[in-house]
């Protein structure tokens, strides 16, 4: 069943990408650019940027070529010392900083949220409508029961669970390139009982969803019952 696990993990990851690409340009990118004036600062470095590309050919550390190609000449260390502390230099290195982090902090914020909504549709919204699955483990047949009982995930226990997994093999997932999600895997690789890091957390269990789980726990119960006559016997 690791194997489906896997594949259900990789639809839903297809399908977070598109949902993430889909909100953040759709979406938070214009709302962030309108919201936060974030062309004007990108228009604001490039500018900051030219002036800083003049000065260093007044320095004649570059020049340019018939193409407007930059070329990059050898200077001595004396220019390169007298460049580094002109005035003008030390403030525009100080406004292109300020610039591009401004931008970087907003684009990035811009991204966390397209991908906290989108994990979230995909992970809790979705698992909540069609009970306990999402597209991933309704394709490949795999649904979610409590770890210590023969029931369905309650709803709270999903968005539970979705919380755990968003923030444990999504966001921290991002951020380690992908190191968590691994380790994740393989400690359902190793465990007997298949479950993973974030099964534990959550306290439940994937298990295959082809037979209904009533099903299961009426022949479970019908043997309980055989087991207590065949001892009274």
Not at 16 to 40: D, G
Not at 139 to 168: A, D, H, Q
Not at 176 to 192: H, M, N, R
Not at 224 to 233: A, E, F, I, T
């Amino acid at each position: 069943m690791i194997g489906r696990r896997l594949l259900a993990f990789l639809v839903d990851v297809l399908i977070l990408m598109i949902l993430f690409f889909f909100l953040y340009f759709l979406l938070f990118k214009p709302v962030m650019n309108n919201s936060y004036h974030l062309s004007s600062h990108k228009g604001s470095y490039s500018q900051y940027l030219s002036e800083y590309d003049s000065i260093r050919a007044e320095y004649g550390i570059i020049s340019y070529g018939s193409d407007s190609s930059i070329i990059y000449n050898s200077v001595t260390d004396e220019i390169k010392n007298a460049f580094l502390n002109d005035s003008r230099i030390i403030l525009l290195t100080k406004e292109m900083q300020y610039e591009a982090k401004y931008v970087f902090t907003y684009t990035m914020l811009g991204c966390f949220y397209s991908i906290l909504c989108s994990s979230s549709l995909v992970f809790i919204i979705v698992p909540l409508c069609i009970k306990t699955k999402t597209i991933g483990r309704l394709c490949m047949k795999l649904t979610l029961m409590k770890s210590n009982e023969k029931k369905y995930l309650p709803w709270y226990f999903v968005i539970v669970r979705g919380v755990v997994f968003i923030v444990l093999d999504i966001i921290l997932g991002v951020l380690t390139l992908g190191i968590v999600p691994l380790a994740d895997l393989l400690v359902a690789v190793l465990s007997k009982d298949d479950r993973s890091i974030v099964d534990h957390l959550s306290c439940c269990r994937v298990i295959d969803g082809v037979i209904p789980l009533e099903f299961i726990e009426s022949v479970d119960d019908w043997f309980d019952s055989y087991k207590k006559v065949s001892v009274s016997l």
